[in-house]
């Protein structure tokens, strides 16, 4: 689950980590509000979206007009940027050609950048451990530093059972040149933001830039935080900061029923109990010569009502062009499962193909009432004939 910058910030600041002074405003009288209650003279108004490069972003209303983020010198100029943001839909490298609406700005501080660095965490699956990653190319999106100067890029690996120490902090910051009393402020600033990764249970924290200031201290200028959503059900709070409206509508509506979804750019949907066995319904897709346009795991609990939900989602995306479904039955019956299946597909009316394999407990009872329901259903005896009479229905209907 990813948050806004400034709740970011704000759940950072609590730990320690050193962050600007800054208010969220929902409109431009309070986004002037905001700007008086900051010292000045200079203020930066920053589109609040989940999508990073706001900076060099466009608005779709002004495409010739400045970018996302804005640097000004008077509140009356702080109220005419988050005029010219709230409501708007703002183009970055990141949203896709479509966009994200502002909502909300962020009225910060103005900062005195004498560096900007780059600074993040996560969890490295090679290592199973917390990596601390750093580069002099502060601003720059880190794959492109992984691509072009792979060298620019500094780790620390952190041991679960030690933390992070004074030693991790200094051969970072040794590494990116920082000095004096530069050091001891990076070396607060990493430990807090630590021990925040590990107790929020983040998946990702990425500040970029990480500024050094005139006055030597070492602070983060923007703040992207994600959560790990399998610990979500320990923090009921962070949950409270979802932002619906950020949401793909149809991974949204998967979350409040519990199903396991990913909208991707396929054509053929894809219903499947077992995380393993959708991934391999979707190499097999592949294999047979089209792709995917979700993954979806309806879970080992599969129940006619989810599999009702299941399927009013992947028909709700207009790119589904024939469904496939892939259960193995085992505490969920074939038959069962089946039964779902078909009242299911009478409620909704699909009016794509559908192609249904199943196997396991009870499988002869559920093929059964799939041919007796007098639906067209295309049954499939195996993972392989299910994906070849799939991938021909598409080619039938295009
Ligand atoms: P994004 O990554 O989405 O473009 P950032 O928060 O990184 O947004 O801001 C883009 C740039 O704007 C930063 O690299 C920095 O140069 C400048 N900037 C952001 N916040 C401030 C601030 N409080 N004071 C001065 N400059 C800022
Ligand atoms: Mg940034």
Redesign the pocket.
């Known amino acids: 689950m990813n948050i806004h910058?400034y709740q970011g910030k704000e759940l950072l600041r609590r730990y320690g980590v050193a962050v600007?002074d800054?208010h969220v405003a929902w409109t431009a009288e309070e986004a002037a509000e905001a700007a008086r209650k900051l010292p000045g003279p200079?203020y930066?108004v920053?589109s609040q979206i989940h999508?990073?490069?706001?900076?060099?972003?466009r608005f779709k209303e002004d495409p010739n007009g400045k970018?996302?983020?804005r640097?000004v010198k008077s509140v009356d100029d702080v109220k005419a940027a988050a005029e010219a943001m709230i409501g708007k839909t703002l183009v970055?490298k990141q949203t896709g050609p479509a966009g994200k609406v502002v909502s909300r700005v962020y009225v910060?501080?103005?900062?005195d950048?004498k560096r900007?660095l780059y600074l993040s965490l996560l969890v490295d699956r090679d290592s199973s451990r917390i990596v601390i990653m750093a580069s002099t190319e502060?601003?720059m999106e880190i794959e492109e530093v992984a691509e072009h100067n792979p060298e620019k890029i500094l780790k620390a690996v952190v041991d679960p059972a030690s933390g992070v120490s004074g030693f991790h902090c200094r051969k970072l910051a040794f590494g990116l040149g920082l000095e004096g009393k530069q050091v001891a402020s990076f070396t607060k600033f990493v430990t807090a933001m630590y021990k925040a990764f590990v107790e929020l249970d983040c998946a990702i924290v990425e500040i970029?830039?990480l500024v050094v200031t005139g006055a030597g201290e070492i602070v983060a200028?923007?703040a992207k935080v994600s959560f790990d959503d399998n610990a979500l059900f320990r923090h009921k709070d962070l949950e409270a900061l979802r932002d619906d409206s950020e949401m793909d509508p149809k991974e949204l509506e998967a979350v409040k029923h519990d199903l396991n979804y990913v909208a991707l750019d396929g054509e053929i949907g894809c219903m499947v109990n077992g995380a393993g066995l959708a991934m391999a319904t979707m190499d097999i897709i592949k294999l047979y010569g089209s792709s995917p346009a979700n993954f979806l795991d309806v879970g080992g609990t599969a129940t006619a009502e989810r599999v009702t939900e299941a399927f009013r989602i992947i028909t709700s995306d207009s790119n589904v062009k024939a469904i496939l479904v892939n259960i193995f039955g085992g505490i969920a019956k074939c038959d069962m499962i089946a039964n779902g299946i078909v009242v299911a597909a009478k409620n909704l009316t699909l009016s794509v193909p559908l192609v249904v394999r199943l196997e396991g407990t009870n499988v002869d009872l559920g093929k059964k009432i799939l041919a007796e329901s007098g639906l067209a259903i295309i049954p499939a005896d195996n993972l392989a004939d299910a994906a070849e009479k799939v991938v021909r229905a598409v080619k039938g209907a295009n």
């Open positions: 910058e600007l800054g200079v930066v920053k999508a990073g490069g706001r900076g060099a972003g970018g996302g983020v640097v970055t910060e501080d103005g900062c950048i900007e502060g601003g970029n830039p200028l923007d």
